[in-house]
């Protein structure tokens, strides 16, 4: 982890460079000489810059020089110093230009985002690294992080967020062990988890899965009145969303082509399942596009504003605006509940309904074969249920 204070900067003998954060190194010298350097990316090379020693120039001070060199070279410019820059280190092949982690990173996940099943995905990436990692290393030298660094990462969070913090561990190992491949950095990987960071962090617990919250449908009636005194085209997605107890991203990216009479046609790369899907719409459902489409009558979405989609955040932010402790995915599992409680329906209609993956070959059949006549009637009474209040 970098040095922070005065006191612990102070207590520093060891030869070598040691890291006092943003950038910021303490150079100390075998012949005992100690000096601030800060490390620059400029014009996409590593620059090594020297701020003045130890005795002459505070910690305080350095950091301050060491903010204005980082905008300077942001700019392309080299500040000036009474210092010598400092020699790039040895162990750096000079033939193969340095690279930031944030800047490698960002490339890395461009090349990778075409494979994933997801787009969304490149998103999360990028959004758990800029709110974790960039803070920590996001300007460092990928040569330069250490396994410290990935501790001052991980631990505020390895127990609090756990399943966060894993996804933030195993996307800084992936992309560290890239930057090794390709040669931007040397040594091992200081986010390995096997016989690494295994020894350091408590193994993740089993079981540590996030439920999401959900509305009973005893009030969800009530819910969809509520709903319904709200005229924004937020409200309108999140009324189909619970309608078709569909996923977030299903509904946000639906496209007026996927509509056949009164069947929705999800295509297979845009299922969690990687399987088609085919939604029977009830009657409201289908107003509620109409409505929507009025809205925006040349987007190819059912759902967009000046023809983009909703944002992702959209429908819940809509929830919490209205009071309710609920998530959107939590409707999925209201949904199932009252499958369960109030409908003589057989088990795998509702999971037919949720899209979900079935293994059982003679299950998978009879789904392929009854479900879709028996799951209209299902959204028929499920729309029929959650409309009550105003019968």
């Not at 505020?156 to 996804?167: G, L």
């Not at 992936?174 to 040397?186: D, F, M, P, V």
């Not at 919250?213 to 009530?222: A, N, S, V, W």
């Not at 399942?273 to 029977?280: D, M, N, R, S, Y």
Request: hydrophobic fraction near 35%; proline fraction near 6%.
């Amino acid at each position: 982890m970098p040095y922070r204070t005065a006191l612990e900067v102070k207590h520093l003998d060891r030869p070598g460079r040691h890291s006092v954060g943003e950038n910021l190194h303490l150079l100390i010298k075998k012949s005992g000489k100690r000096t601030w350097v800060v490390r620059l990316i400029i014009n996409g090379r590593r620059r090594d810059l020297g701020l003045g020693r130890q005795d002459e120039v505070s910690l305080s001070e350095a950091r301050n020089r060491a903010r204005e060199a980082i905008v300077m070279a942001r700019q392309g410019l080299l500040p000036s110093t009474t210092q010598k820059a400092a020699p790039t280190p040895p162990e750096i092949t000079p033939s193969i230009p340095q690279k930031t982690f944030r800047l490698y990173a960002d490339e890395w996940i461009a090349t990778q985002t075409p494979g994933w099943k997801n787009a969304k995905h490149a998103a999360q990436w990028t959004s758990t690294l800029e709110a974790y990692a960039y803070p920590v290393i996001g300007d460092l030298g990928l040569d330069e992080i250490t396994t410290e660094h990935v501790e001052a990462i991980l631990k505020p969070i390895w127990s609090t967020k756990q399943v966060t913090a894993s996804r933030v561990q195993q996307r800084i190992e992936r992309i560290l062990s890239a930057a090794i491949t390709l040669g931007y950095r040397k040594g091992d990987n200081p986010a390995r988890w096997m016989g690494h960071l295994s020894n350091l962090l408590h193994k993740p617990r089993k079981g540590n899965k996030t439920h999401f919250r959900r509305l009973p449908y005893q009030e969800l009636p009530g819910f969809i009145e509520r709903l319904q005194g709200y005229d924004c085209l937020a409200a309108l997605a999140l009324e189909f969303c619970i309608l078709t107890a569909s996923r977030t991203s299903e509904v946000l990216q639906a496209k007026r082509s996927e509509i056949n009479g009164d069947l929705w046609q999800i295509p297979a790369e845009r299922m969690k399942a990687g399987k088609p899907h085919e939604v029977p719409l009830p009657a409201r459902c289908l107003v509620l596009i109409e409505r929507a489409s009025a809205r925006d009558p040349e987007s190819e979405y059912l759902f967009s504003a000046r023809a983009k989609p909703l944002s992702t955040m959209a429908m819940l932010q809509h929830i919490q605006r209205m009071g309710d402790p609920t998530t959107v995915h939590g409707f999925r599992s209201s949904f199932r509940d009252w499958v369960s409680d109030c409908t003589e329906y057989h088990p795998e209609i509702a999971e037919a309904a949720l899209a979900h993956t079935i293994s059982d070959k003679t299950i998978a059949a009879y789904k392929r074969n009854t479900a879709l006549d028996k799951r209209r009637a299902l959204m028929r009474e499920w729309e029929y249920y959650c409309l009550s209040v105003k019968r």
